[in-house]
């Protein structure tokens, strides 16, 4: 094995990592009433370039956290290139999509999950960056991976597939880059091929092991096909044909409580499949609010969009504390784990993919509300966040991050939602 050619793409990478020091937090207490939309614009960007501190160029992962999580900092990423195209060219939002697509498959991982007794589940990554030339992209680069860690971001659990589906699709969207699409695709087409059966009726398992079906695997399914649908002409009546069957499964599966919220999963019983009544993260509630946004676009049927704003009416009421700052459902913080770390921004970013086609005042209220709280109160002088958006940002193991990038997707969500 010999040296990574980084080439251009690190030099400039890390050009900017030299330039560009940190801005020091202060005190601002800003409510949402008294900013405009540049002001949360200068927040997003501030924790981008937090986040990139984390950022390790050889993986094209962020250290502090792992592979699932990578996914999500790379599409809040994603998320604040569309929103904002000057931030995008001022950090350079689109080599970090590079980066990420080429590196992450050249890193050797292993992966493992074991879900406990409480719902909470725990991912094991391991990771050993492959030290190769590459000066090819496209099959012959892609051959050099199949013995390689998670080469085209596949794995053996669904739900890490699923994530990385959806920041490849966001990187389509923000690059134009038609890899990123077809990594996507190829993604999907594994779900389907290797997750999808008849046990419970129907649906994906959470993982190749097929032990399990589980509410995060099925909406990142779900979400993954209708953005797919809206990117794929080709294909296009076949992605709507299956995301429309599998919301219809999902919604019958019991899967969704008498309080209108998703539960983790599904238990098989002599009678046949029920609701395990494990939590309602924040995250279960989140996910399908994407994925009916796009599934609406995909088909033109707006009861697609009223489904979901009932779903994120009932997550809010569950969600919300007395002074209407978002809390995990388990009230974990700050100990929720590495991976519970994550869950509330991925509800929070999908709350405003549905306020930008579906707008209420509560959905804004709340975005803003914690987005002014995260940046009054869980902010450290290097302009990292931490876990409790109420602060300190050093409560529990302070700043990772997954930590950080959770709380981003406020920002960035801000950012949107202050145009509605």
Excluded at 68 to 89: K, R, S
Excluded at 94 to 107: H, L, M, P, V
Excluded at 306 to 319: G, H
Aim: glycine share 8%; proline share 3%.
């Amino acid at each position: 094995m010999v040296a990574i050619q980084w080439g251009p793409l690190a030099a400039r990478t890390l050009f900017f990592a030299s330039t560009h020091p940190h801005r020091h937090a202060v005190n601002d207490n800003s409510t949402y009433a008294q900013v405009d939309n540049s002001t949360y614009a200068q927040k997003a960007q501030d924790a981008a370039m937090a986040l990139q501190e984390w950022y390790d160029l050889p993986s094209g992962l962020w250290n502090t956290t792992g592979w699932w999580n990578g996914a999500n900092c790379l599409t809040v990423m994603g998320d604040l290139a569309l929103a904002d195209p000057a931030i995008d060219e001022a950090i350079r939002i689109k080599e970090i999509f590079q980066t990420t697509f080429y590196n992450a498959q050249r890193t050797s991982a292993t992966a493992d999950k074991l879900l406990g007794a409480n719902g909470k589940f725990v991912a094991m990554y391991k990771y050993e960056t492959i030290e190769e030339e590459y000066d090819t992209i496209g099959d012959e680069l892609a051959g050099k991976r199949r013995s390689q860690g998670f080469p085209k971001f596949l794995n053996n659990f669904f739900d890490d597939e699923g994530w990385w589906g959806l920041a490849l699709v966001r990187g389509w969207d923000a690059t134009g880059d038609l890899f990123m699409l077809t990594a996507a695709q190829t993604i999907y087409d594994d779900m389907v091929v290797n997750g999808l059966d008849s046990t419970c009726g129907g649906g994906i398992w959470w993982s190749k092991d097929r032990k399990y079906k589980n509410a995060i695997a099925n909406e990142l399914y779900i979400a993954l096909g209708a953005s797919l649908a809206n990117r794929e002409s080709p294909r296009k009546d076949w992605y709507i044909s299956q995301t429309v069957e599998a919301w219809n499964w999902f919604k019958q599966s019991g899967l969704i409580n008498d309080k209108g919220l998703i539960n983790d999963g599904l238990k098989r019983t002599d009678q046949g499949c029920v609701n395990n009544k494990m939590p309602t993260w924040s995250y279960n509630q989140g996910v399908i609010l994407g994925g009916l946004v796009e599934l609406s676009k995909a088909t033109g049927d707006q009861s697609y969009l009223a489904e979901a704003v009932t779903i994120a009416n009932a997550a809010l009421k569950a969600l919300q504390d007395e002074n209407g700052i978002i809390r995990e459902i388990d009230r974990c913080e700050p100990n929720c784990g590495d991976d519970g770390s994550q869950f509330k921004g991925v509800f929070v970013r999908n709350l405003a993919y549905l306020h930008n086609v579906a707008p209420h005042d509560n959905f804004r209220d709340a975005i803003l509300k914690n987005a002014d709280s995260i940046w009054a109160h869980n902010r450290n002088s290097k302009n990292q966040l931490g876990i409790s958006w109420a602060g300190p940002a050093e409560a529990g193991k302070g700043p990772t991050a997954a930590t950080h990038s959770s709380a981003m997707d406020v920002l960035v969500g801000a950012l949107t939602a202050i145009k509605k």
